[in-house]
């Protein structure tokens, strides 16, 4: 089933919308004489976006003209599995099944289809559809509560919602530290993250699309020490309570006697860190004896195999937990590399052949098969670099790109194989996904998008995804045919402002020129360059007019040539620039006739 139109009588700003989600039809509703007409578009080429993706649309507006808005109404009428709609938001509905076209209304007045439309029928129940929703922005819901929307018919994947789900997600395995510090508590959403990335990367259909784009070089794997940090903060808090009641604390942090950067020294130091996990994981932190395990194993035999001896010191003790962090942790020893450095990693790609490290394979089988021992017993962190010479994070561009592409991933593909209920979405939007990202990316997102989209297709039988665009970037406006843009403005009645569809004069907007979907397409009336630079040539234009006096400098810093030109020959003529800017623009004319003698000798 396709999503093809929707038309908002009014919600929030809006006020009158029609939004074309499927451009194989035009589609016009006369609120007036309440005719819905519905025609073959002729314009519109199949298979245009690939076999994966029927169809592409994009909202172009002002900051608050409403494109969210409109998300919003998608998700809230039209949600699957949702009952519970808002019936006050009256929208109209057009939606293809089996190939044939139908609406749904819940509007207050009867409407019709006009006589000289395409066939379309009536339905008395309302649609439902499955949503994939991620937002550029940062912004919790502070109304929103955190469900398993995986069984509700949407994933919403923004930074805002997944920071609360994934934190409940954690403590729906692990309540015992909900005390724990804010760190701690954000880093479960990094663990997450870092999770869906790595399982998104060792699929052989995602390397070959990414690798041009940003695929890390190696995984970078360290001991998790946030169990020394939550029990270093409870201590700190009793230490401060008892020395209020004139006491001294006598309370003392096992010290770590491992020696780095061996590469025994350094699992020693991984497992001092998981056996304080363990003992935050008690909750006895307070009594010495839960340290009886750490000085246990400090006080253990040697025989110069560390993972060997965690392994059969482990055995001694009856407790699946510490039985379960000793096996991940030997079986992580035979896939992780060290090199005398003071962290473990894995490469990603072979160098030799090009292609994925069985390492991040087994390192991915590992991470799904131990999901629970490694979010709750908290026994290593993974994070991506590009060099192992300065093993710092990606960049925050990087990063939000991997986690746009493997949160899809997640929804798609691992989700519905760990919850054999799930509901796969098929209509993505995405709401101002490029932000952050270098114009160059951005250039590039829509073809990032539609080419991940019809990779991961899981079969031509599968039903085609549809996404929606919001946008403010004109390099991505030039990637979408105009039949697929719907343009929102923000107009004024009175005292009231309100948002509604605007038709612009542009021929196409797909391969258009960027200055001109500038001007245009984004309601830029006020020029293409800065506003601070608008104003100060605005002043030195006035000031020279009023022959105040303007020091050439000003006039040489403007890059554009012909706004540079002009200021100076009205320099020219002033009492006391005269000399000065003549000089100066013999000096752009010379520029000017080098660069031609030199296009001449080329050729």
């Known amino acids: 089933m396709n999503l093809c139109y929707l038309y908002i009588k009014e919600y929030k700003k809006l006020k009158d919308v029609s939004f074309s989600v499927d451009n194989r039809y035009t589609y016009s509703y006369d609120s007036k004489t309440k005719l819905l007409k519905i025609c073959t578009n002729d314009a519109c080429i199949n298979g245009f976006w690939g076999t994966g993706i029927s169809s592409l649309a994009c909202l172009v507006g002002e900051n608050g003209a409403g494109k969210t808005s409109i998300l919003e109404v998608m998700i809230r009428q039209l949600i699957n599995g949702y009952a519970d709609f808002d019936n006050a938001i009256q929208v109209i509905v057009v939606y293809e099944d089996q190939c044939e076209l139908h609406y749904w209304s819940n509007m207050l007045e009867e409407l019709s289809v006009s006589k000289d439309s395409i066939s379309c029928q009536k339905d008395k129940s309302r649609p439902h559809f499955s949503f994939f929703y991620y937002s550029g922005h940062f912004a919790i819901d502070q109304n929103a509560t ?57 699929d052989k259909r995602i390397y070959q699309l990414m690798k041009d784009y940003i695929i890390p070089e190696y995984i970078i794997i360290r001991p998790n020490t946030c169990g020394e940090e939550s029990i270093q903060i409870k201590y700190n808090i009793e230490q401060k309570s008892i020395a209020e009641k004139g006491g001294q604390s006598t ?32 909750g006895e932190y307070k009594n010495p004896s839960a340290y009886q395990t750490l000085t246990d194993w ?67 089988e590992l991470l799904n098969k131990s999901s629970r021992t490694f979010l709750t017993a908290r026994v290593f962190d993974i994070s991506y670099s590009r060099d192992l010479y300065y093993p710092t994070q990606l960049s925050s561009g990087e990063l939000k790109l991997l986690n746009l592409f493997s949160r899809i991933y997640d929804c798609c593909i691992t989700c519905p194989k760990r919850i054999g209920n799930a509901t796969i979405p098929h209509v993505f939007l995405l709401d101002e996904a490029e932000m952050g990202f270098h114009p160059e990316w951005q250039r590039s997102f829509v073809k990032m998008v539609v080419c991940f989209m019809n990779a991961i297709q899981v079969s031509p ?57 500038f001007r245009n397409s984004f309601f830029m009336k006020n020029g293409l360059i800065g506003e601070f630079a608008k104003e100060k040539i605005h002043d030195i234009n006035s000031r020279l007019d009023e022959d105040k006096g303007v020091d050439i400098k000003e006039i040489e810093m403007i890059g554009d040539d012909r706004i540079r030109m002009y200021l100076l020959e009205k320099k020219s003529k002033t009492k006391d620039g005269n000399k000065e800017a003549l000089l100066q623009i013999k000096k752009e004319y010379q520029k000017k006739i080098k660069e031609l003698d030199r296009k001449i000798s080329n050729e």
């Open 146 to 202: 955190p469900t398993n929307t995986e069984l509700n018919g949407v994933c919403i994947a923004s930074d805002g919602h997944l920071l609360v789900k994934d934190y409940q997600d954690y403590l729906n395995d692990d309540n015992f530290h909900m005390n724990n510090s804010l760190r701690d508590c954000l880093n479960k959403q990094l663990v997450q993250n870092n999770q869906r990335i790595c399982t998104m990367l060792s």
């Open 251 to 282: 309370i003392e942090l096992p010290p770590n006697n491992s020696e780095r950067p061996s590469k025994d020294g350094l699992w020693f130091d991984f497992i001092y860190h998981n056996l304080l996990n363990y003992t935050d994981n008690s």
């Open 298 to 364: 400090f006080g253990a035999k040697k025989t110069g195999n560390t993972i060997n001896d965690f392994l059969s010191f482990s055995r001694k003790y009856n407790d699946n937990d510490l039985t379960n962090i000793a096996d991940v942790l030997n079986e992580l020893s035979y896939i992780v590399k060290c090199d005398n450095r003071d962290f473990f990693y894995i490469p990603v790609v072979d160098k030799e052949s090009g292609n994925i490290n069985q390492g991040l394979f087994k390192l991915n």
């Open 461 to 517: 039988h599968t039903l085609q995804n549809q996404i929606v665009i919001t946008t403010h970037n004109p390099l991505s406006l030039s990637d979408i045919p105009s039949s697929c843009v719907t343009f929102l403005k923000k107009q004024k009645d009175k005292d009231k402002e309100y948002s509604t569809n605007y038709n612009l004069d542009i021929r196409e907007t797909f391969g258009a020129n960027v200055f001109d979907l």
